[in-house]
């Protein structure tokens, strides 16, 4: 028979809370595990809208770029007001980036902590985008949701460049046309994780003369922002004068003048 001494029973008690403590904490993080890919996410994610390419300045947003090469520095913009469902503070929502072959349907994607699944280069282009600084844009936080239960900002994305996969370049982007984008995720990888996604389209050209990747790229028409034209409003102006009528109807850059004489010519 083993006697404690009051010490050793004091240290006995203290060892069972601190294991009845650990096995609580093991037992929510299992349930966090098993409930978390399973949060209300819709199944079907939303197209949210195209993403623009843009040439970034010091202070806002510049001009759309139609084609640059792998130094080329530019922001991959969402519309005004884009937004997760949820925010990060609250909500757990993340914000992550892709680049995908085109045959590839971006609500069909999902992402690990590195980037989209499953990773890999080449004809199997899975990657996520990299700042100009070569840093993996993933797992990036939402604004604060102004109202309780609100969506999420996309905010702080850094710009991007394809400098990163240096000599590389030709191997892990082969010629072709690729989506490129942003999506908010929810959890962890599963059929439910993708909630929205901003999609543009860039088309890779392998180039020897490029630095330092070897390749090139353009931007696929409807990735940037459209020009509109307005037409201004057909303008009528009649005078009468000594019987004579005279009609003068602009419309565009075409004039029309008509002049009727009383008793019913017109020329």
């Not at 203290?14 to 904490?25: C, I, M, P, Q, W």
């Not at 991959?76 to 884009?82: E, F, I």
């Not at 102004?146 to 240096?166: K, R």
């Not at 191997?171 to 908010?184: E, K, L, M, R």
């Amino acid at each position: 028979m083993i006697t404690l001494t009051p010490t050793r029973r004091r240290v006995a008690r203290d060892l069972a809370r601190a294991g009845t403590v650990v096995s609580a904490a093991l037992f929510l993080v299992s349930l966090t595990q098993a409930t978390w890919p399973n949060a209300a996410v819709s199944a079907a994610a939303q197209n949210a809208g195209n993403a623009q390419i843009l040439a970034p300045s010091e202070v806002t947003l510049g001009a759309p770029l139609a084609s640059g090469g792998s130094a080329t520095v530019f922001a991959l913009t969402p519309p005004s007001g884009a937004s997760c469902t949820g925010d990060s503070t609250a909500g757990g929502y993340r914000v992550q980036s892709y680049i995908v072959p085109a045959s590839v349907d971006p609500a069909t994607l999902t992402f690990g902590p590195q980037g989209p699944l499953p990773a890999g280069t080449g004809a199997n282009l899975r990657q996520p985008l990299f700042s100009g600084a070569g840093t993996p844009i993933v797992n990036k936080t939402t604004a604060v949701a102004s109202a309780p239960g609100g969506g999420g900002l996309l905010t702080g994305m850094p710009t991007i460049s394809f400098g990163v996969f240096g000599a590389s370049g030709p191997q892990i982007i082969p010629a072709g046309t690729y989506n490129v984008g942003f999506a908010c995720t929810l959890g962890l990888a599963s059929a439910t994780q993708l909630d929205k996604y901003w999609n543009a389209q860039m088309t890779f050209a392998v180039d020897s003369a490029d630095k330092p990747s070897g390749i090139t790229w353009t931007a696929v028409v409807g990735s940037t922002p459209a020009t509109t034209t307005t037409t201004a409003p057909a303008v009528t102006t009649t005078t009468v004068a000594s019987g004579v009528t005279t009609t003068t109807v602009k419309s565009g850059t075409a004039t029309t003048t008509t002049t009727t004489v009383a008793g019913g010519a017109t020329t």
